[in-house]
């Protein structure tokens, strides 16, 4: 009989008083974890990192592989769970051990405790993190078919900290103590291709020629003679950049930041967009625009390089913006326009951080945050691997977000029989018909019931 001091009163509208009670172990509220586990043994992903991580442990006295806490980590994540507090909550979950490879009824192979995953963090050593991330970057490549152009995104991006880690500093851009991570993006797929993690005391460029320089010579190494453009807001603006692009044969479109010699150079640009704004022939959204191209040297550079400029203004006066590139046979808006499209990127900002709580670095040694970030990379990937499967399901592009809510979160009972496993879920669940039509898909041939 139930213990009555486990039930707790549920509010309700009807006569009859109804109570609750956490008492089946069974049950779970993550049943779609298992299209995760899918799409990563399509992507070999986790296999192939595991064996990079350090583990100094006795083998005799070993319970949890570090796949199966790599797994375990990254699943956890995808489903929600942005750090290790919920493990040793989480760890006898159906569905997570079922995803990670576990027998989901016998308590003896339940998951990792929070202490083992907090641990297991903070084992990861400098050399094992780059070949992680050098074997993350070659998995993204390894599934990439060739493209015409290879357009590549980069962005740096703010993970506030709220403790004392390791190498977090005050930031006054962003008026905070925190992280400044660098972000790479395959443009053309929304991929996540680096993820590096810097001390938030660093300029928007810091390091950012060097992992360009990584990932061209990682793609042209696959692909010899690979057409490569480069895309990035003004914090890139560096002449370092420029001239190595154009010795290494790559475009590039780089915001460039506003000064008294552009705004001159430019002066006849705004004066137009001033007079399409009085005359009333504007944009939709009440702008006068207009475009222009110049050649321009600033102090620091050896030569001039074209720059696109273009003016607006409204009711809230004028706004001028330029870029530097050097594309040929582009008009100016067509050109600034492209640039634009960079804003794009944010969006996968918003995959990693707002649906997968990438900025959730609060392990104490940076070391250990800049492993977390590459977790959080993965489970984007692995993200955007089932985004894709719902896209040609669908022909609808859901965030990450309305990944979990509508295909991880989901509430089911696990039934155990002789010959198989029964997962049983709510005949209510509005995306029911969706949920059967990606599990189908994603098995990898059809089981007699």
Same mark, same amino acid.
């Given at each position: 009989?139930?213990?009555?001091?486990?039930?707790?009163?549920?509010?309700?509208?009807?006569?009859?008083?109804?109570?609750?009670?956490?008492?089946?172990?069974?049950?779970?509220?993550?049943?779609?974890?298992?299209?995760?586990?899918?799409?990563?043994?399509?992507?070999?992903?986790?296999?192939?990192?595991?064996?990079?991580?350090?583990?100094?442990?006795?083998?005799?006295?070993?319970?949890?592989?570090?796949?199966?806490?790599?797994?375990?980590?990254?699943?956890?994540?995808?489903?929600?769970?942005?750090?290790?507090?919920?493990?040793?909550?989480?760890?006898?979950?159906?569905?997570?051990?079922?995803?990670?490879?576990?027998?989901?009824?016998?308590?003896?192979?339940?998951?990792?405790?929070?202490?083992?995953?907090?641990?297991?963090?903070?084992?990861?050593?400098?050399?094992?993190?780059?070949?992680?991330?050098?074997?993350?970057?070659?998995?993204?490549?390894?599934?990439?078919?060739?493209?015409?152009?290879?357009?590549?995104?980069?962005?740096?991006?703010?993970?506030?900290?709220?403790?004392?880690?390791?190498?977090?500093?005050?930031?006054?851009?962003?008026?905070?103590?925190?992280?400044?991570?660098?972000?790479?993006?395959?443009?053309?797929?929304?991929?996540?291709?680096?993820?590096?993690?810097?001390?938030?005391?660093?300029?928007?460029?810091? @390091?950012?020629? /060097?992992?360009?320089?990584? $990932? !061209?010579?990682?793609? =042209?190494?696959?692909? +010899?003679?690979?057409?490569?453009? &480069?895309?990035?807001?003004?914090?890139?603006?560096?002449?370092?950049?420029?001239?190595?692009?154009?010795?290494?044969?790559?475009?590039?479109?780089?915001?460039?930041?506003?000064?008294?010699?552009?705004?001159?150079?430019?002066?006849?640009?705004?004066?137009?967009?001033?007079?399409?704004?009085?005359?009333?022939?504007?944009?939709?959204?009440?702008?006068?625009?207009?475009?222009?191209?110049?050649?321009?040297?600033?102090?620091?550079?050896?030569?001039?390089?074209?720059?696109?400029?273009?003016?607006?203004?409204? @009711?809230?006066? /004028?706004?001028?913006?330029? $870029? !530097?590139?050097?594309? =040929?046979?582009?008009? +100016?808006?067509?050109?600034?326009? &492209?640039?634009?499209?960079?804003?794009?990127?944010?969006?996968?900002?918003?995959?990693?951080?707002?649906?997968?709580?990438?900025?959730?670095?609060?392990?104490?040694?940076?070391?250990?945050?800049?492993?977390?970030?590459?977790?959080?990379?993965?489970?984007?990937?692995?993200?955007?691997?089932?985004?894709?499967?719902?896209?040609?399901?669908?022909?609808?592009?859901?965030?990450?977000?309305?990944?979990?809510?509508?295909?991880?979160?989901?509430?089911?009972?696990?039934?155990?029989?002789?010959?198989?496993?029964?997962?049983?879920?709510?005949?209510?669940?509005?995306?029911?018909?969706?949920?059967?039509?990606?599990?189908?898909?994603?098995?990898?041939?059809?089981?007699?019931?």
């Amino acid at each position: 009989m139930q213990d009555p001091t486990t039930l707790f009163p549920v509010p309700t509208p009807i006569g009859k008083k109804v109570f609750a009670a956490f008492d089946t172990g069974e049950l779970t509220t993550d049943s779609g974890i298992a299209f995760i586990r899918s799409v990563d043994d399509q992507l070999g992903l986790t296999a192939s990192l595991a064996p990079l991580l350090p583990d100094p442990r006795n083998p005799l006295l070993v319970h949890h592989q570090h796949l199966d806490l790599l797994r375990q980590r990254i699943y956890s994540i995808v489903a929600g769970y942005e750090d290790t507090n919920d493990a040793t909550k989480l760890r006898s979950d159906p569905a997570l051990k079922l995803a990670a490879g576990r027998t989901p009824f016998d308590s003896r192979s339940d998951l990792a405790s929070q202490p083992s995953l907090c641990r297991f963090e903070h084992r990861i050593t400098a050399q094992s993190l780059s070949l992680m991330q050098m074997t993350y970057f070659e998995n993204w490549l390894a599934h990439r078919a060739r493209p015409k152009k290879m357009l590549l995104d980069m962005d740096s991006t703010w993970d506030e900290t709220h403790g004392a880690q390791q190498l977090t500093f005050f930031n006054g851009h962003y008026d905070s103590y925190g992280y400044h991570p660098l972000l790479v993006f395959d443009a053309k797929t929304s991929d996540l291709i680096v993820a590096h993690l810097r001390p938030g005391n660093v300029g928007a460029a810091v @390091g950012a020629l /060097a992992l360009l320089e990584g $990932v !061209v010579e990682g793609i =042209r190494a696959k692909w +010899p003679g690979q057409p490569i453009l &480069f895309r990035a807001d003004g914090g890139f603006a560096t002449p370092e950049i420029y001239e190595w692009c154009e010795a290494n044969a790559v475009e590039y479109v780089i915001g460039l930041p506003i000064n008294k010699a552009l705004e001159r150079l430019s002066a006849d640009c705004l004066t137009v967009a001033t007079a399409k704004f009085v005359a009333g022939r504007h944009t939709p959204g009440g702008l006068g625009k207009a475009f222009k191209e110049f050649q321009y040297r600033a102090e620091s550079w050896k030569k001039e390089r074209r720059v696109v400029a273009k003016a607006e203004y409204g @009711g809230l006066g /004028a706004n001028q913006r330029y $870029v !530097v590139t050097n594309l =040929r046979g582009s008009t +100016p808006r067509k050109t600034y326009e &492209f640039y634009c499209e960079r804003g794009q990127s944010e969006n996968m900002i918003k995959n990693l951080k707002n649906a997968l709580f990438a900025d959730r670095l609060s392990c104490s040694e940076f070391q250990a945050n800049a492993f977390r970030l590459l977790l959080h990379a993965v489970a984007y990937r692995l993200c955007l691997a089932l985004a894709r499967v719902v896209e040609k399901l669908t022909g609808e592009i859901w965030q990450f977000d309305t990944i979990r809510l509508r295909l991880i979160k989901v509430t089911g009972r696990f039934v155990e029989q002789s010959r198989r496993i029964l997962l049983h879920l709510p005949a209510a669940f509005p995306f029911a018909k969706l949920w059967a039509r990606v599990s189908v898909n994603l098995s990898p041939q059809p089981q007699a019931p």
